[in-house]
Structure formats: C-alpha cells, structure tokens
C-alpha cells in the first residue's frame, strides 16, 4: 500500500495475556519507529529502528515490550502480560531518512488496545 | 532535556477565520526543528510544518504558517481560513541534538473544532 499499516485497528485482550502488533512501514523506508499514544496525551516514544543497526529501545516502559523488524521492513511489537496500564494507542511510524532534524515522519493510523 | 508545551487543550474557531494554535519549548540546543502534526478522528498523525531553527522565515505551507519567535521559544499554528475538515487534534513536536536526531518529543494536543 500506499501508506504504513498498522494491524490489527483494534484489540481487546485481557489482563495477562501476550499480544502482537504489526505495523508494515511504507516500502523503502529504513526508519521506523513506535509510538504509544494515551487518552488524552501526546505521543510517548518506544522504540526505533534504523536498516541494520541496533534498534533504539530507549523508550520501552518495561521488559514486557519487545519489537523486531524482520527483514528491514514489518515490524512486530509485543506486549507480554499485559495490564490495564498498557492500554493505549499504539502508533507506528515510518521515514526514508533515518535522521536529520527536518526528518518528517509518515504515521499509520494505529491500532487501539483496550486491557480488560 | 527537551519540552513541549501545549496551553490550549481545545480551542474554537468559526468557519472561514483564522486560529493560531499555542507552543512553546525548552531546549539548550541551539540546532533543533519543530513540526506541527495533524490527527484526525481517524487516528493518523498528519505532517502540516516544519521550521528549523535557524532559518531566516516563518514557515508556510499552504493555509499553514508557523509564527516562529525563537527569543521568546514559541512555535505558533497560524491556520487562515479555517475549514469544517480542520477540525481535529493538533500535535507541536521538536527535534534537537540532546534528544536524538531520531526522536520527536511531543506536546500534549490541541483539540480543535471548526464551527459552522
């Protein structure tokens, strides 16, 4: 497609169980980024990644999170055991520079978690 | 560390006029950008503007323009002619050195709603 996609749009889980996020960045892009977006608040940085190198994990609230990109392109965040406190909305991004201030981000419409 | 303030959690604005939209940020870096993203109801982040912080002119793009005051660290949405699709959730965000050429550090949003 033409845009990054992310899947599933929606999930419900409940408390304690694992779930998958998928984001499909926008073809030759090598940055992509995550993002979770609470009610009400801004975007709060998780995790990035750059081609090849070692992803930026920087932003990840708790070792229950974890993302792979595999094969430079779809990338996958996992939520293990998860908690109330996880839901939230979670937002891929993807970019063709990787860096440089004017780096401008193209977002995929998210997928909305609700912890039950 | 970088900051993002947003003072205006919603604002209203008549079809047809303008409304400027409220940011300012702390940061020691002298080298940094500044973006403003729209969302929609729809969920995904939409690049509007950028300004680097040493160019010479306010920003424009369009019906967007960015009243950049660096002495006073503001970094103000000018949206003219306001239209009923204008409405939505209105993001600042920053890029500087301190912070990593690949993370954005967002404000908390602006709801904006265009009256008919």
């Known amino acids: 497609g033409a845009g990054v996609s992310q899947s599933p749009s929606n999930k419900v889980t409940e408390k304690g169980k694992d779930v998958e996020l998928r984001c499909d960045p926008i073809?030759?892009?090598?940055?992509l980024y995550w993002y979770r977006q609470s009610l009400g608040q801004g975007l709060e940085f998780l995790i990035y990644f750059q081609g090849n190198s070692a992803p930026d994990k920087s932003g990840l609230p708790s070792d229950r999170f974890s993302a792979e990109r595999t094969g430079g392109s779809v990338s996958t965040l996992t939520i293990q055991r998860t908690q109330q406190e996880d839901s939230a909305v979670y937002l891929c991004?993807?970019?063709?520079?990787?860096?440089?201030?004017?780096?401008?981000?193209?977002f995929g419409s998210g997928t909305q978690l609700s912890v039950l | 560390a970088q900051k993002i303030t947003q003072t205006q959690p919603g604002m209203f604005v008549q079809e047809k006029e303008a409304v400027t939209l409220d940011c300012t940020y702390d940061t020691s870096d002298p080298s940094y950008g500044l973006f403003w993203y729209k969302q929609p109801s729809s969920g995904e982040m939409i690049f509007l503007i950028y300004?680097?912080?040493?160019?010479?002119q306010n920003a424009t793009e369009g019906r967007y323009s960015l009243n950049f005051q660096k002495a006073r660290k503001s970094a103000n949405l000018v949206i003219s002619a306001s239209q009923l699709g204008d409405s939505a959730m209105y993001f600042c965000a920053m890029r500087g050195p301190s912070g990593s050429a690949r993370q954005l550090t967002f404000g908390s949003g602006t709801q904006l709603t265009v009256l008919p």
């Open positions: 073809s030759g892009h090598t940055a």
């Open positions: 300004q680097g912080s040493y160019d010479q």
């Open positions: 991004a993807s970019s063709s520079q990787g860096s440089g201030l004017n780096e401008k981000l193209f």
